[in-house]
């Protein structure tokens, strides 16, 4: 095999599934790393890599130092490279398809919100202001403009499980409010979706379109853009901060976003069975849903513990 194996078509693959460049080089990277062994052992091209070439590979990684979870890194993205190769039609089967490391611990999400916990942040949301001593107080119709449209969005969070990026993705169209639904377009990390809006929702959301955001396109002008700032060039980020500042006076354990996300997964995984979890979620992998498992268990040990104490 050629030591300067061409991967430019795999890199225009992986452009197309939506990766980040700096993923993109890290993925290359881990597959050439993979391709350079392989032609140390004699493998002169990587389609002719077989079963046995992976379990041969990951033994000389662990022989030389690398961990368990070094060596799933390395095996998770040649598994891709791979598939790669089959959507070109050069191999038929995948040799790393089924090869999964053993040992690895896999990270516990930890402090998951139960539903009423959830519901609470809804329902407790603030969207009015109340003036304390001492502190200067924004313009005050643009502060509960922006608290109405905040509480829009913490409800898409928690009954849709979105991530912060499918939210300040979304357009207008994106809304079927006769039909309840919403569209969810695909992120570099999710995929695209279609999800049923729960009825408060779809009364909430029509206060907003016809209300609240029609005050914000005054100083937008004309976009499909679903959330608005007041800025045209502010950062979504300082939205989402703005809501946990909020979102912690009422619940002080709230962390970050994410810890909202993972709680609403694990409700869903107690609720539905795995494969309609990961449509749920967005998850292009049903293994990224499966780690969410965890907190399910987590949580019933919780609760042995707290009313069957040994």
């Avoid at 913490?154 to 357009?171: D, K, P, T």
């Avoid at 045209?232 to 979102?247: D, E």
């Avoid at 006076?249 to 539905?272: E, G």
């Amino acid at each position: 095999m050629n030591r300067t194996y061409n991967y430019d078509k795999f890199k225009e693959w992986l452009q197309l599934k939506k990766y980040s460049p700096a993923t993109i080089k890290s993925i290359v990277a881990r597959v050439d790393y993979f391709n350079h062994w392989a032609q140390r052992e004699n493998i002169s091209e990587p389609e002719e890599a077989r079963y046995q070439d992976a379990v041969l590979f990951i033994a000389w990684c662990s022989k030389h130092g690398a961990s368990q979870k070094t060596i799933a890194n390395y095996l998770t993205h040649i598994r891709k490279f791979y598939q790669f190769l089959i959507s070109e039609g050069t191999i038929k089967e995948n040799p790393v398809a089924h090869i999964k490391v053993q040992g690895i611990k896999r990270k516990v999400l930890h402090d998951i919100l139960t539903q009423e916990e959830l519901q609470t942040l809804c329902n407790q949301y603030p969207t009015t202001i109340e003036y304390e001593a001492g502190k200067i107080i924004p313009p005050q119709e643009k502060n509960i403009l922006s608290r109405k449209r905040n509480k829009a969005i913490l409800s898409l969070l928690i009954y849709q499980g979105l991530r912060v990026e499918e939210v300040a993705a979304l357009n207008i169209q994106d809304l079927q409010l006769r039909e309840g639904k919403i569209t969810i377009h695909s992120q570099r990390r999710t995929a695209a979706r279609t999800m049923k809006l729960e009825s408060h929702q779809v009364y909430e959301l029509m206060d907003y379109i016809h209300g609240t955001r029609k005050s914000f396109l005054q100083a937008h002008g004309t976009t499909d853009k679903l959330f608005l700032q007041w800025r045209r060039s502010g950062n979504f980020h300082s939205i989402t901060q703005m809501l946990l500042v909020h979102l912690r006076k009422i619940n002080h354990r709230i962390k970050n976003i994410d810890q909202i996300r993972a709680s609403v997964i694990t409700a869903w995984l107690k609720q539905y069975d795995l494969r309609k979890v990961q449509y749920l979620a967005g998850h292009k992998y049903v293994s990224s849903t499966e780690d969410y498992k965890v907190n399910v268990i987590d949580e019933l040990q919780d609760d042995v513990t707290k009313y069957h104490p040994l």
